[in-house]
């Protein structure tokens, strides 16, 4: 048998004899006198004898287990911060800075916030500010561009805002140091327009929640 079905026993006659009376199938004489009876119901003899019977069997049982480094093993879990969060690298296959969606007439291009700010902040890593200035080469000549700023759900709606907003100037300044000739129209929608759940089913979904963070460049497909 194994330890976990020999402690279920264990734990039930230990509750039993600690508690000194088996409540359900306690009895008392109704010919007792009153004060004999009182509120308090008699434990049966017969049955405690049966608890500690019981008790005796499952301590040998648990004595005489045998528990392999196997079973330890799968019966402890290792926890670690470094395993709640995932780490957002450019150089991750699974974890791209831009995605590209051509339309016939514009192209779209989302670009990670985890990869280009820290968390909280709107000021571009110098790797983000160069993959920014090389995302310039790709605009036509003289273009409008669309630079939109978002946010996941946690915060407040002002200052998911304004850090949108914040992010979404950031890269569009980058975008008009490197092209003078583009005209940026920049914007921050916080959390509005989220392209994943930032919840699921009332959990927060981290994953969801990644996506949503994020600045879109919006410029005339050539």
């Keep these: ?3 976990r079905r020999a402690v279920a026993p264990l734990a039930a ?3 039993l004899v600690a508690a000194g009376a088996v409540p ?3 009895t008392t004489d109704p010919s007792a006198s009153p004060a004999a009876t009182g509120s308090a119901a008699v434990a049966d003899p017969d049955l405690l004898t049966a608890a500690e019977d019981a008790l005796a069997e499952a301590r040998a049982r648990v004595a005489g287990a045998e528990t392999t480094p196997e079973m330890a093993a ?3 879990v290792d926890l670690r911060a470094a395993d709640s969060t995932f780490a957002l690298r450019p150089d991750d296959s699974t974890t791209v800075l ?3 969606r051509e339309k016939k007439e514009d192209t779209v291009v989302t670009l ?4 280009l700010f820290e968390f909280g902040e709107a000021t571009l890593t110098p790797e983000a500010r160069a993959a920014v200035a090389e995302l310039a080469e790709d605009v036509p000549q003289g273009a409008t561009v669309r630079v939109d700023g978002y946010t996941d759900s946690v915060g407040t709606d002002a200052f998911n805002r304004r850090l949108s907003a914040q992010r979404a100037t950031a890269v569009a300044d980058v ?3 490197e092209r003078p000739d583009l005209a940026p129209k920049v914007e921050g929608h916080g959390e509005q327009d989220p392209v994943a759940e930032n919840e699921v089913e009332g959990e927060d979904n981290p994953a969801g929640r990644a996506l949503n963070r994020r600045v879109e460049v919006t410029y005339p497909t050539r």
């Design 175 to 177: 975008l008009g140091a």
């Design 1 to 3: 048998m194994s330890v």
């Design 74 to 76: 799968d019966a402890a």
């Design 13 to 15: 006659a230990l509750a």
């Design 24 to 26: 359900a199938a306690a």
């Design 112 to 115: 990670t916030a985890d990869l």
């Design 98 to 100: 831009e995605k590209k």
